[in-house]
């Protein structure tokens, strides 16, 4: 098939884009957010293109992934063709609700002809999907192979614009950790959170490439997941499938991600920071748990099955 798809979330593209198809990534002039192209962090197959609105305009396409509301006017304005009726559509649904938890209405809930697609059970359960037809795709990770070795007694945590995102990622708890223990963040807004939490100075790392950070993650003892309010996180499922031992708040879907024996997800600090502690002092505990957290990871959320659920879905919306 012929995907037209927005460049939107790095790592879930990574994956989408190593199926079999050929994917028609829009490309402008800036490189903005409705044109960003192939990624420049990580490493795609050539089967991901990129086109020019111009070019879109005439460019055969069999269907289109869909991931934020007003694509739907950009597809109509560059194509000529309206989603769900002149081209194929689904509508992959990242986010939790930003609105009230049960009550949130989604954007495309008045249709019937675009089936929305959540990357997780409990980001079906709590959006109100209305009349659209709903169905879960969960994550799927290229494997980086098993680079833990935990030489370093530190934690590590993945929290791209920590600042700005404040509470939803967790950063007040992130902060608060590395006040009593040691705790290195990797992400983009790196000079924000400086600013913000000077005492994390030295242990702040911006916007790594994807195969260096895999590199680096491996590196710590364990991994550290502060997330509140947000869909399961891709880093949380790359810390895993690395070899990582895993903590985390015991929220959205991470219980169904995170086993008992991969780590420790609690919504009580002062346990997590405890279990941290162990792992510091224990390198063989915290590998041991690793050890569990990889098997689960490429058990459950392994790329094979990811993109035969989405062939699946894509077979069914365009036949």
Same mark, same amino acid.
């Given at each position: ?21 050929? =994917? ?34 005439? $460019? ?48 495309? $809930? ?75 963040? =990797? ?10 939490? +000077? ?9 790594? +490439? ?15 997941? +502060? =997330? ?10 790359? $810390? ?28 009580? +600090? ?37 993109? $035969? ?11």
């Amino acid at each position: 098939m012929r995907i037209l798809i927005w460049h939107v979330h790095g790592s879930w593209t990574t994956s989408f884009v190593h199926g079999p198809h050929t =994917y028609l990534l829009p490309v402008v002039e800036d490189r903005g957010p409705d044109g960003r192209g192939r990624a420049e962090t990580w490493e795609w197959p050539a089967s991901a293109v990129e086109l020019s609105p111009a070019q879109l305009a005439d $460019a055969e396409i069999d269907v289109v992934v869909l991931q934020r509301p007003h694509e739907l006017e950009l597809l109509e304005r560059w194509t000529g063709r309206r989603a769900g009726t002149g081209v194929p559509a689904v509508y992959v649904e990242h986010d939790t609700p930003r609105g009230p938890a049960v009550a949130t209405r989604h954007p495309l $809930a008045e249709r019937t002809d675009i089936p929305v697609v959540h990357v997780t059970h409990f980001n079906r359960m709590m959006w109100d999907n209305g009349a659209a037809p709903t169905a879960v795709v969960e994550h799927g990770i290229l494997d980086p192979g098993p680079l833990y070795t935990g030489r370093t007694a530190s934690l590590a945590a993945v929290v791209n614009e920590p600042v700005r995102r404040g509470r939803i990622a967790g950063t007040d708890l992130l902060t608060a950790l590395a006040e009593e223990l040691p705790v290195d963040v =990797y992400g983009m807004g790196m000079d924000q959170l400086a600013a913000h939490a +000077p005492h994390m100075a030295g242990r702040l790392h911006e916007n790594y +490439p994807q195969e260096r950070l895999h590199g680096a993650l491996g590196a710590h003892r364990a991994y550290f997941h +502060p =997330y509140r309010w947000t869909s399961l996180g891709l880093a949380l499922l790359e $810390a895993m499938t690395i070899g990582m031992p895993v903590l985390g708040l015991s929220t959205t879907e991470a219980p169904r991600a995170v086993p008992p024996g991969a780590g420790l997800l609690s919504n009580d +600090p002062e346990a997590l920071a405890a279990q941290a502690r162990h792992w510091l002092n224990d390198h063989d505990a915290a590998a041991a748990a690793g050890t569990a957290a990889r098997e689960h990871a490429l058990r459950h959320y392994g790329l094979d099955r990811f993109l $035969a659920d989405w062939d699946r879905i894509l077979e069914k919306v365009t036949a």
